[in-house]
């Protein structure tokens, strides 16, 4: 069997998901990226004001999503670096993200790679559709 990973993620945590001799080995990354934070000065009753800070605030804030979900995206690249089949499964367009940016790198240009869309699941839940998928895809290569 060649090497296999599933990846549940979403843009706060990814799960990868690897199957070894029908046990699971499940590892968990967090995102440095968070949705809410923040910004000193600013609360519910007071705002600062001035013609160009609403504007350069929503800059900032982009910036700092695009900064740290790239890093995000940086580390499960490298981490995926070592296997074959990937799945990649998940909640939010966060996997087609990362999908998009697996298949502009070049080390991913020989490799298996799909997306499934599927809800929050607990860890066994996911280990069981990993594995369901990793034998259908198996099948199917026996098949050809």
């Known amino acids: 069997m060649k090497n296999s990973i599933g990846v549940w993620l979403d843009h706060a945590t990814a799960k990868l998901i690897e199957i070894r001799s029908d046990k699971a080995l499940i590892t968990t990354i967090q995102s440095p990226y968070k949705k809410h934070i923040r910004i000193p000065g600013l609360s519910i009753n007071k705002e600062r004001s001035g013609p160009d800070f609403y504007y350069n605030l929503e800059y900032k804030l982009h910036n700092r999503k695009i900064h740290d979900l790239s890093s995000y995206y940086k580390d499960l690249i ?65 098949y050809k």
């Open 78 to 142: 490298n981490r995926l670096k070592g296997f074959d089949e990937i799945v990649l499964f998940g909640p939010t367009k966060a996997k087609t993200e990362l999908y998009n940016l697996l298949i502009q790198n070049k080390h991913f240009n020989l490799k298996t790679i799909s997306i499934e869309s599927k809800d929050k699941m607990s860890e066994k839940q996911m280990t069981t559709f990993i594995k369901n998928i990793f034998r259908i895809l198996l099948r199917e290569k026996l």
